[in-house]
Antibody
């Protein structure tokens, strides 16, 4: 059974940093691209970043480019989102999602999400 | 970047009604389109990919069509358990943009 478990969310002040983690199990992790997607009540779903199966391709939404960094550890079956220079607009529920292929495809499994709140 | 526009943003229909949701891409995306269902308080679920291919386990009352810039998601006979927000998403090339969502409710 595929499982994706996010961690690392919390309350952080504007300008601060957080590192999100997603632990994966139930599939051959290094065969698949992985993604971060965030959701706020007023803005629906927003794709944040993706990393291909061997980290050869990485992409970011314009809204986070230069502030967020995605990475993966295929030995630990985990991937990460380092978030710097956080602003209140980054407040959201952050989901990790499994790509159906090695690169940019549909998302066939999702974690339950980890909540990030940016506030003073 | 390609924009994805869904309409309507919300709709209300009777149980048994045929429901259609539209998604329009600002540029040609071929058939690289997925539809997701998100029930209240739940995680998004993949319904359809490649514009018209039903994901395993999804009821056959759901169907998708379209290519290029115009796509539709159809629920042939709306059921109470279909109350949810539906999102389209383009993929294949980043950014993997979602539409704004369509909230479906029962009258």
């Amino acid at each position: 059974e595929v499982q994706l478990v996010e961690s690392g969310g919390g309350l952080v002040q504007p300008g601060g940093s957080l590192r999100l983690s997603c632990a994966a199990s139930g599939f051959t992790f290094d065969d698949y691209a992985m993604h971060w997607v965030r959701q706020t009540p007023g803005r629906g779903l927003e794709w944040v970043s993706g990393i291909s199966w061997k980290s050869g391709s990485i992409a970011y939404a314009d809204s986070v480019k230069g502030r967020f960094t995605i990475s993966r550890d295929n030995v630990k079956n985990s991937f990460y989102l380092q978030m710097n220079s956080l602003s209140p607009e980054d407040t959201a529920l952050y989901y990790c999602a499994k790509d159906a292929g090695g690169g940019w495809s549909r998302f066939d499994y999702w974690g339950l999400g980890t909540l990030v709140t940016v506030s003073s | 970047d390609i924009q994805m526009t869904q309409s309507p943003s919300s709709l209300s229909a009777f149980v048994g009604d045929r429901v259609t949701i539209t998604c329009r891409a600002s540029q040609d995306i071929s058939n690289y389109l997925a539809w997701y269902q998100q029930k209240p308080g739940k995680v998004p679920r993949l319904l359809i990919y490649a514009a018209s291919t039903l994901q395993s386990g999804v009821p056959s009352r759901f169907s998708g069509s379209g290519s290029g810039t115009d796509f539709t998601l159809t629920i042939s006979s709306l059921q109470p358990e279909d109350v949810a927000t539906y999102y389209c998403q383009r993929y294949n090339i980043a950014p993997l943009t979602f539409g704004g969502g369509t909230k479906v409710q029962i009258k």
